[in-house]
């Protein structure tokens, strides 16, 4: 265990899903040829003037609201004003003073205990251009310039590297389920930054603290913190001091590298965008903006478990927000959602992956999975019955029971019948009953190869071994 208490604050820039860009009509899209969704305001051509999207208030609004923030009702918008080359106007249109989201938090469970990472602020802000550099050449590509970007920044409350990736996925996943990002890090629209520094007792004044910039996957994020950690840990214990500094994380090495030191605090020259007017939220607004909010994991989860689920069970359907949403409308029909559950994770996951499908290009309707349940509860299909006619369920229209019919898989469910077959083969082989009586469990083994055997592989399993061992005790 360290000597000293790391306290860490998490930055992270989230692109919302709209349509278009935040100030121009410009598409908000990804993996376009370079430069081809752009237009003059994004170009920061003098003299053009930007026009405030009204769907990233509506998603910001959103993002406010999911991750209990307080809403500021009047804002403005800030020119925070740099000079870089992704940066063509000189300035930045981002929210300083006035942040449409403030006091929310973040509630995880670390080693079965709760805990609110809290936020100081979020604001919207436009994304520069992405910036490529190649030998002694960069290249600027301005597909990115003006997408819309929530920044969520927390309180100094989070303590170890385990905490900020529990953050991080929880936040990812709040954000995905409400429709407000994709949060696809690879893609670079949700990007993280993390401050950390260290001091030995929690009443002592907080330590140097060092950024970690743009750290590409929330593994990298607990690997970046508990790399810095041990290296500001070594130059603590050898007595040394370090001056505030910016790192980033570099994947090759596994470690951070430094990319300069702060002599100086930023003067980024913040006054009110003078193009933007004022912006004026009313209760109408935020009460229309709650109402698009889906259900979220935790609401989800209590509601599987509500319905017999294993905790297992539950997790991973929220991990898969397709399965997740299909889930939610079989629960609107009357079915044993337990095996629901296990058949939805299982056999047919794995048929959709190793066909590269999604549910929605099967023909299974919740509707047609009830009636499949069906037969799997009252013993018309087994497991094995399940996996030859899963392929045709799932491609065809054809009505389960004639599937089941046409296939000749149907299980011998009758009891009386069953009840006869297992009869006679004890009779024709007493010295192994005797075996069983006597204690030698292998014997069950043979007599359900020989029920399976005398009835072509179709009596149910369960059914034929709870009768088989009645008639041995008898």
Known sequence: MSKYLPTIGIEVHVELKTQTKIF?????????????????????????LPTLNEEVINLAIKAALVLNCKIRKQMHFDRKNYFYPDNPKNYQITQNRTPIGYDG???????????????????????????????SKSYLDFNRAGIPLIEIVT??????????????????ELLFYSDISDCKMEEGSMRADANVSLRKNEEDPLGTKCEIKNI?????VGLSLDKEIARQTKLLDEGKTFKEQTRRFDDKLGDTVLMRVKETGNDYRYFPEPDIPYVILSEEMINNV?????????????????????????????????????????LKL???????????????SFYLNKNEKSLSETTLSPKRFQELISFIDDNTLSSKNLKEILPKVLEETTPIKDIIKDLGIENITDDSHLREVIKAIIASNLSIKNDYLEGHD?????????????????????????????????
């Open 155 to 172: 309180k100094p409350c989070i303590t170890s590297s385990l905490e900020a990736k529990l953050y991080l996925e929880k936040l990812k």
């Open 105 to 135: 938090y973040v509630e995880i469970e670390v080693e079965n205990e709760k805990k609110k990472i809290y936020i100081e602020e979020m604001h919207i802000e436009e994304d520069t251009c992405k910036s490529t550099h190649r030998g």
């Open 334 to 348: 009357d079915t044993n959602y337990k095996v629901a559950s296990n058949l939805l994770l299982g056999d047919i």
């Open 442 to 474: 292998r014997a069950i083994k043979f007599f359900m190869g020989q029920v399976m055997k005398e009835t072509k592989g179709k009596a149910n399993p369960k059914l034929a071994n709870d009768i088989l061992i009645e008639e041995l005790n008898k």
């Open 290 to 330: 709650k109402k698009t909010i889906p259900m979220l994991p935790d609401e989800r989860k209590a509601l599987y478990l509500e319905k017999g689920l294993s905790l297992i069970n539950a997790t991973k359907l929220i991990q898969n927000r397709p399965l997740s949403d299909y889930f939610n409308e079989l």
């Open 216 to 220: 590409g996957s929330i593994s990298n």
């Open 24 to 48: 121009s009509n410009s598409l908000n899209g990804y993996g376009m040829m370079a430069n081809s969704l752009t237009n003059v305001v994004d170009l920061g051509y003098p003299g053009t």
